[in-house]
């Protein structure tokens, strides 16, 4: 497959994790999470983008207000921020429960200067303990080859199993001014 020029390929790896983990101590970080409910699309965006923006994620800059409130202010949605000590916003946990017995992580993520230094470790058991409610049987999540190089391996690593691999392209957001060009160093802009 050629991917054309002003397109960019990502390899999506779809992964389950059918059995709660066992609870463990949960990993020390000086981060807290907050909830945002019902949060403004502006502030959102923001923070999406400065999680995002070096893995090409796009797809929540791209939508108008309404579409994005129809989907971060569903009442089976959860959107938390991950604040510093400086109170400022490093990360994003949002998931979904589509039904009572499954979850849809959606986005977990952490700027790019706290990784490495497990928070990732934290932010997850934290979500664990959210995504778990009464009655959920299994936990899905998605993750792509543009994503950060050790995301796949990490997920692998709380237990979750690869059940299939899908090839999307979309245009290069950074040629349409979408993020800037400096975004996804690692993607070069054809």
Known sequence: MVVPPGEVAVVVTTLELRTRPPARPLPDS???????????????RALFRRVGAPWLW????????????????????QVHAVIDRAGIEVGLLEFTHPSPDWCQLEYLALVPELTGKGH???LMALAMAMMWRPGVEMVRVNTGSLD???????????????????????????????????????VPIL
């Open 30 to 44: 000086d981060l807290r999470l907050v909830r945002w409910t019902r949060p403004d699309p502006a502030k959102y």
């Open 120 to 122: 990732g470790r934290w």
């Open 58 to 77: 796009y797809s929540r800059l791209t939508m108008d207000d309404g579409a994005l409130r129809a989907l971060i202010h569903r009442p089976e949605t």
């Open 148 to 186: 950060h190089p050790g995301a796949l391996n990490f997920y692998r690593r709380q237990g979750f199993v690869p059940l299939m691999r899908t090839v999307e392209t979309f245009a290069d957001p950074r040629l349409n001014r979408v993020l800037p060009p400096e975004a996804g160093p690692h």
